[in-house]
Structure formats: structure tokens, C-alpha cells
């Protein structure tokens, strides 16, 4: 059987559904699960939905954000619990208890390895987001598409597909894309919500990163550092980079970029790699961890110091990759 | 009679066809054109793509770029001249005159004014680039579409978009992408070969024009230089400068962005805009011209005198203007 007919099935004889994301939430999973959520209040059915990690300023705009929480009160029971691309229970973070005491689990999911935890598993690596998977369980529980779950799953494709840029573009989603503009959302709209408007000191500090980029590894590695200094001087706060290492990794010959941002005590490095090289690797050798292409670490201690241990161990990452573009 | 049945017809009586782009060619007119001409050689045809001003880096791996010709010898005639996004016969450059002599002469357009100057002219403002118009026209061809001519019709679609985070992004652009990614091309691709493998000076040196980008009128004018010292500081030539002035028009409040760039003797000065205010009538009163969202103009002078005379400009467009967003 098709686990979108029996997840469409589990929802459907449900009273009362939690629906949650992943620690450190983005467009895909907020977006898929507030598409869900609207459709099965459609439904009739009481929904909640819960983000440990809240939601961020950047995705307020989603239909329905306001009402995300981010803790469950200790007695709550729900017929049913969905969790949004978490590839683990740990990845729900603080909600994951209420996630495990509802009567059934649901996980949607897209990443390259899923650890089973729940009773029905959709487990999708080739969607390029749960928004898909989503739409498609939508289409199995009989609600059709308004405006804001459309734009709540657009929200979705374009934010995990990096507005189109990625390698998970294929032509389905460009066609799933095609079909929610027909319920008179727009790409721009999304694009212009979740990513334009920054302050003007974000891209001051944006700005400021990169002027100061460097190479190592013959050009194969770029590093840049963002300091208390920098924020000064841009008038920026920690919580403005974006943007920075995405744009790093692109250059010419580089396989691997790394931000290091200063902050209490501690250095929160970014990464982000190509053409085979592994950045979960580098970040591993941190502390951290992540995925193939994206990772990071908090590493305790000076920027210098970790700069150099960073740019040693992507050395060893990319001696050992023989993948060549 | 649609005009491109009749076009169709009258490349399909010729035997020797000219195609031409219009000046600072962009990877629309170029892509188009290329693939029309791919089109056309399959049916046995003769055909010269030229380009006044050649074909930029981030184009050349357009199949058959490099056989793009920057003139026409004075004797050549040809049977028809087909111009690809020519809004008028001067944005043709140097190669108007061998258009001009050809037997039959077509334009295909997509800008919001054409000045009429073909014997037929395919003048689409919907279509989201010329890239759209030609694909339909190579239906009418009844030439099938190869992965060559994907490539170049999937490159005129998403350079004209913006990688579909324009305004121009409708859900037909994105099933058009969709249909053209069927013969094998990727977006990621093309986003590849336009847009990134950047050399390092170039993204130090936007870095350089973003950290010290100012704001004025309250914010709603973004202004940075681009001086020879940064060029000096950067390593980077006048000619890898880019994005800088697309980046500062996305600053929340800014409704005009300019960036002016020191060049010997002159300022070359780029002007974007949204929400209503133009762009085309802030680079007139600087001796330039342009697009309601995307102008420019070169300005004899110093750098400082003419950003003091463009910001006041700009000043007086904002204060015009009552569009709001």
C-alpha cells in the first residue's frame, strides 16, 4: 500500500493531530506542515503545531505561523503526531515526548538516511522537499488547494530547492511550482518574503565578509571570519549573516567554504561544500556535523585557533576526496 | 494570421538567414538565438548568428557561441535577418545595416515598447523573455527540440527570470522549464556556467561595494563606488563587477539602488528600482536611458559631482513617484 493512502487514512479516522518540524526550522518543513495543517482543518479536525525552535522572522508570513507553539503541555495526548523531515527522534528537539505519546506517528521525510522511529514512515529521498510529499497527501485526503496552503507549499519548493538553483530542481517540481502560481501565489512573493528586505547593515556586514575572504589549499578552500569588530563597524547583529558562505562557495575552484563567527566564547563555524567533497566530514572533525554539502559546528575557544584546526581538517577532507567535478 | 506561422513560412522559403542580438547581448537574445539558428540548420538552412558586441565569458558555453560573428561584411545580403529582442533598429549596433538589407526582416520582441521597424514582427510583452516566443517558433518549424537547443532556450529562460525570482516568473515559464529539462538540461547547469565559478577578486570586490554602501532619502536610495583603489585592494577588473547593484535594491525600504564605478575620465553608473519608481527617468537626467526597473548612463566627470547630481535625481523621481509597494 501506498503510506500516503494509509497516512491519508490514519488522518482522516483522527480527532486531534500535532504536527511538528525539525530544530532549527526552515521553509520546507514549516511550510509543508502549515500546508497540512490547513487542510486538515478543512477536514474538521484540531490541529496543532509545534516548532521547539519556534519560527523564524523570516517565515512569520507563513499562513497560520502565528499560531505555531513551541512546547506541548506535559498532559497532552493526540490521536495522531506528524513530524516534518526529522530523519531522527532527536531532531524534534523538546517537542519529541508528546511526538511519541500520541496514539499514532507519522514521519514525511526526505533526507538521504532516515532512522525509523515512527509507526507510518513516508520516506522520500528523491522529493526535493517534503512539500512535495506533502501536496501529494493532500491530494489523498481529498482537500483541494487554496491560496494559503498554496503558497505555504511554494514557500516549501522554492526554499529547499534554493529557488530553483539547486541539483533537486527536476521538472516536477517546476511543475508542482507551475500549479500552485495557479492558485494565484507567486514565486516573487515568496522570494520577496523570505529573503529580500534585509536591513541595509545585514549586507553591510555581507559586504564585509566577503571583501575579507580567503584562500587556502591552492584556492580549493575559502574562509572568511566574522568578528565583534565587523559588527561594530556594519552595525549589524549576529543574528543578520546569511548569505555569506552560500555565496563563498561558488567561486571559482573552491570545493569548500567556511564562516567562522565569533560569539561568546565559542566560534560557530558554517560549511558548505561541492563537486564530492564531504563538509559533515569537516565538521565531525569539529565537533559538529550536518549533511554532505552542509554542515557546522560550535567549537569552544578563539577564532584563530579553530581557523586553523578548520582549514586543516578540510585539507584532509579534500585530500581524501578523489571526486572530481 | 498568427505572426509566427507567417515567420515560420518565410524561414522556411529561405535559404541563407541572418540572426542578430541587441548590444550588451544578454542570455536571452543570445540563448534564442542560437537555438532558433540550431533550428534552422536542421532544416538545411545557412545561417550567421552575429552580435555587435560579441558574446560576454559567462555565455560562451552556448552551443554555437563560438561561432557568433561581431560583423557582417559590407557585400553580404542575406534572404531574412531575424533580430532577437531588438526594441528598435539602433539597439541593433553595427550589424543594422546587413539587417536592414536582407530581403525580409523579422523581430522578435518581448520589451514593453518596439519601435516597429521589421516586416514581421513577433511582439510579445507577456512573454517572460524572447526565449518563450522562440521556442513556440521552432514548433511552427516542426523541428524537434535536441539537447543543444534546450540548453539554449533553458539559459534565454532563466537568465530573463532571474533564475525565476522575477515578477516575469509565470507558471508557464516554469512548466516551459519543466518541458525543456525533458531533454536532459538542468537549471543547476546553467545556473553554473551563467552565474557562478566567479573569480575570488570579483566576489572580494563586491564585498568591498557592499560593506560601504550608503543610504539616503530616508532610506530609500541606496548608493556604493566602486573606486580603483578597490579594485587595486580586490585584485579584480573593472569587468568582474557584478551583483552589487541587484543585492542593494532587495534592502528593506530601498525603493532605487545605483552603483557608480569609476572608469577613465567618466562614471559608469547602474540604476535599479522597484515599486513604482523608474529607473529609466533617473539615468535620462543623467544623459542615459534604460528600463523602468533596470537603467544606466555613462556621465563625463568625477565620481563624487555625480553621485551628488544622480542622488538628487533620484530625489526628485522618489518624491514623483506615488506608486506604493
Known amino acids: 500500500m501506498n503510506p500516503r493512502a494509509a497516512i491519508a487514512a490514519t488522518l482522516k479516522s483522527s480527532s486531534n493531530v500535532l504536527i511538528t518540524c525539525h530544530l532549527g ?8 506542515g502549515l ?8 477536514l474538521g479536525k484540531s490541529v496543532t503545531v509545534a516548532s521547539a525552535d519556534g519560527v523564524p522572522a523570516s517565515l ?19 490521536d495522531v503526531a506528524v513530524t516534518m523531515e526529522c530523519s531522527s527522534v ?8 508528546a511526538v511519541m505519546r500520541a496514539r499514532s506517528v507519522v514521519a514525511i521525510d526526505h533526507h538521504a538516511a532516515h532512522a525509523p522511529y515512527a509507526d507510518l514512515t513516508d520516506w522520500d529521498p528523491r522529493a526535493a522537499a517534503v512539500g512535495e510529499q506533502v501536496d501529494d497527501l493532500i491530494k489523498h485526503l481529498g482537500v483541494p488547494l487554496d491560496r494559503p496552503m498554496a503558497l505555504a507549499l511554494l514557500t516549501a519548493v522554492v526554499t529547499d530547492t534554493g529557488v530553483f538553483r539547486f ?20 514565486v516573487e512573493e515568496v522570494v520577496r518574503a523570505v529573503y529580500e528586505d534585509q536591513p541595509a547593515a545585514a549586507v553591510r556586514l555581507l559586504g564585509a565578509a566577503l571583501a575579507a575572504l580567503e584562500l587556502h589549499e591552492g584556492g580549493a578552500v575559502a574562509t572568511t571570519a566574522i568578528t565583534a569588530a565587523m559588527l561594530a ?13 552560500s555565496a563563498m562557495r561558488t567561486i571559482a575552484g573552491v570545493r569548500l567554504a567556511m564562516v567562522f563567527e565569533e560569539r561568546d566564547g565559542t566560534v560557530r563555524v558554517s560549511i558548505r561544500s561541492r563537486d564530492g567533497v564531504r563538509a559533515d566530514r569537516v565538521a565531525e572533525a569539529l565537533g559538529g556535523g550536518g549533511h554532505a554539502a552542509a554542515a557546522g559546528a560550535e567549537v569552544p575557544g578563539g577564532l584563530d585557533e ?20
Do not use: K
Request: glycine share 10%; hydrophobic share 40%; proline share 5%.
Open 25 to 32: 526550522p526552515d521553509g520546507d518543513c514549516l511550510g509543508a
Open 35 to 42: 500546508a497540512l495543517a490547513l487542510a486538515l482543518r478543512r
Open 60 to 78: 512569520r508570513f507563513l499562513p497560520g505561523a502565528d499560531q505555531v507553539v513551541t512546547a506541548i503541555p506535559d498532559g497532552s495526548t493526540f
Open 90 to 97: 532527536d531532531r524534534i528537539g523538546t517537542v519529541a515526548p
Open 167 to 186: 541539483g533537486n530542481t527536476t521538472g516536477q517540481v517546476l511543475r508542482l511550482a507551475a500549479d500552485l502560481m495557479d492558485h494565484g501565489v507567486t
Open 233 to 245: 563597524a556594519t552595525g549589524a547583529s549576529p543574528a543578520e549573516v546569511s548569505g555569506v558562505v
Open 306 to 325: 579553530t581557523r586553523r584546526r578548520a582549514v586543516e581538517a578540510a585539507r584532509r577532507e579534500i585530500s581524501t576526496s578523489h571526486a572530481a567535478r
